[in-house]
């Protein structure tokens, strides 16, 4: 079991960045408009908010707690703007960044973890339908969002 004080400083960034990283990940796959990314946006903030609660791993949970000490705004990770395959590639590369420092500190946590940050970047992906006209019809997950999650389980790993 870990929590933030277990971490440096830089690794606890990328750990508390991930899930953002995931959401961001997923919405940049296939835009939504302005309400459809402000869905996707809150989105993120539940899932956190909710892990608290349950049997999320305590690393977990300890983000949570850090979130709700600190104001209860997700860190944001640093990607560059303006080309999207560059910020797709920094947001994978903090998810590698969170993941490979619980495998090492507390690699009992590291399957729930990445199953955990799975789960959010699929409730980005369920929380704006995609297509359709002011919320009638479009489908709840589109191709390119499905393709995204695809590869997101990809880089972490199978869910439990």
């Not at 104001?71 to 998810?95: C, Y």
């Not at 420092?101 to 699929?122: D, Q």
């Not at 409730?123 to 390119?144: D, H, M, Y």
């Amino acid at each position: 079991m870990s929590t933030k004080n277990d971490y440096s400083a830089e690794e606890w960034k990328a750990i508390s960045g991930a899930p953002v990283a995931a959401g961001m990940f997923v919405a940049l796959s296939d835009t939504s408009g302005p309400i459809g990314m402000a869905k996707e946006a809150l989105a993120v903030g539940r899932a956190i908010a909710d892990s608290a609660r349950g049997d999320a791993p305590e690393v977990v949970k300890s983000l949570a707690e850090s979130l709700k000490a600190g104001g209860g705004r997700p860190e944001l990770p640093n990607v560059p703007t303006g080309d999207l395959a560059k910020t797709k590639d920094a947001l994978i590369g903090t998810l590698k960044t969170a993941v490979d420092a619980v495998e090492r500190k507390s690699p009992g946590e590291a399957p729930a973890y990445k199953s955990w940050l799975t789960s959010v970047a699929t409730k980005v992906s369920e929380a704006s339908r995609e297509g359709g006209f002011l919320g009638i019809g479009g489908t709840q997950v589109s191709p390119n969002e499905q393709a995204a999650l695809n590869q997101l389980t990809e880089v972490l790993g199978p869910r439990r």
